[in-house]
């Protein structure tokens, strides 16, 4: 596991906690901050996914 896989985790989790404190708010921007941290957390995960399979195809 890289390092882009655990900061997307933990932007995906960042975002989680914003969209429910908009939600119980009624903060309609903070929710949709926090979708979108959301989305940026799980394209930075996919990332690192990636990379990893590159790196075990490469060392075997």
């Known amino acids: ?3 882009d896989r655990i900061e997307g985790s ?3 989790a960042k975002g989680k906690v914003k969209e429910v404190a908009g939600k ?7 929710e949709g901050e926090g979708k979108a941290q959301q989305v ?9 996914g990636v990379k ?6 490469l060392d075997h």
Do not use: I, P, Y
Not at 24 to 30: F, H, I, N, S, V
């Open 24 to 30: 119980a708010t009624g903060d309609a921007k903070l």
């Open 1 to 3: 596991m890289n390092k």
């Open 10 to 12: 933990f932007e995906q």
């Open 52 to 57: 990893d399979s590159v790196k075990e195809a």
């Open 40 to 48: 940026a957390g799980k394209v930075q995960n996919a990332v690192g």
